[in-house]
């Protein structure tokens, strides 16, 4: 959402702001001698707001930015400019001691429940880290909280010495889970929570987070790949491309009406369970691959893929606003968005003289 997107409701319920965030890394040159200053645009003027008890998705292929975006959000990565806003109060800048404070209310669940826990150490110790680091509890009050919070995502409070080695993929994304709500948070941010594990597992993990967030009231950022998870478990999404939002809104208003060309190209690939609607649907088959986010193209930056290009799309960047009379909840980063009913495999690209410079490649120089 635009930062002004919803002001019927009152900055109140807004847990989370982002304003206009940029991050970029810098590239390593291999040369003794090169004065190569290039940077990733990784994230590139991403501004959206999280409102309390809401889960927001967050989706794009891999490379778009978001899990880099959720750790500048939560102050993993160092912003290069922009500003984060938890509970009215700017984060942006804080130390790493000036952050302690808000990091018992901000929590991240990682995508890979094997390598995002420490081997050696048992679940308990694991569990119980965030108590100890903020002086919560310790000794047998510390033990007690710690089975409190695996009995509450499933797990047996006898296997508390137990290394993680001795639980299942599933299991150990269930004590990631209680890692993260040891303190209570107000906001957990989920980077794919569920990617790694299998079909029959992701569904108990995703009940599990339902559950939990209508008991505790959570906030939720939930990043996916599968837009059929996405649709379920969010209340509003937001689809990246190449460090950008393309669009944003409550969710069946984007699944059902979405105006951006890539966004209804990443619908189109969903699997359908029904066989008869599957083989009347049209997929929309993306020309070409994901521009160098090294230098990413001038105007839209999808405009190299898009099937509705025109010269427009290659000379000016659209803004993030509501089309076709979508509701202010609703928004698209496109000049020419996509009708309902529109077939976009019909649809062919017509820039003219810069046709050259989409099919060469060298959008990044215009």
């Not at 590239?27 to 190569?36: A, E, I, M, P």
């Not at 003027?45 to 959000?73: F, H, M, N, P, Q």
């Not at 000049?335 to 495999?345: K, M, N, T």
């Amino acid at each position: 959402m635009s930062i002004n997107a919803d002001a019927s409701k009152s900055d109140g319920d807004v847990l989370l702001r982002v304003d206009n965030l940029v991050k970029h890394f810098p590239v390593q040159s291999t040369s003794l001698f090169s004065r190569n200053k290039d940077v990733v645009h990784a994230v590139d003027g991403v501004s959206l707001e999280v409102r309390r008890g809401e889960t927001l998705g967050l989706v794009g292929e891999t490379g778009c930015g978001k899990s880099t975006l959720a750790r500048c959000i939560m102050r993993l990565h160092d912003i290069t400019s922009g500003r984060v806003e938890f509970e009215g109060r700017d984060i942006t800048r804080l130390s790493t001691g000036q952050m302690r404070p808000f990091r018992r209310d901000m929590q991240m669940i990682f995508q890979d429940p094997y390598g995002s826990l420490n081997p050696r150490r048992r679940v308990g110790s694991i569990i119980g880290d965030p108590f100890s680091i903020h002086g919560l509890a310790d000794g047998k009050e510390r033990k007690r909280r710690v089975q409190e919070v695996m009995e509450l995502v499933g797990l047996n409070p006898e296997h508390f010495n137990r290394f993680p080695a001795e639980f299942s993929g599933g299991q150990r994304q269930r004590i990631g889970v209680a890692r993260a709500l040891a303190l209570r948070p107000k906001l957990i941010v989920c980077d794919e929570p569920v990617s790694a594990l299998d079909v029959s597992i992701q569904a108990q993990i995703i009940n599990l987070l339902a559950d939990l967030q209508d008991e505790l009231g959570l906030t939720y950022i939930f990043i996916a790949h599968d837009l059929s998870v996405v649709r379920h478990v969010s209340d509003r999404v937001a689809v990246m491309y190449l460090g950008k939002v393309g669009e944003l809104g409550e969710v069946e208003g984007v699944y059902q009406h979405a105006r951006h060309p890539y966004t209804n190209a990443l619908l189109s690939a969903v699997p359908v369970p029904d066989p008869a609607t599957a083989s009347d649907r049209h997929q929309i088959i993306l020309v070409g691959d994901v521009p160098s986010p090294i230098a990413p193209p001038s105007g839209c930056r999808f405009h190299p893929r898009c099937p509705k290009a025109r010269d427009t799309c290659v000379r000016e960047e659209p803004d993030l606003v509501p089309r076709l009379g979508d509701p202010p909840t609703h928004v698209a980063a496109c000049h020419f968005p996509v009708a309902d009913g529109e077939d976009l495999a019909d649809s062919k690209p017509e820039i003219g003289a810069d046709k050259r410079i989409v099919e060469e490649g060298l959008v990044g120089n215009v």
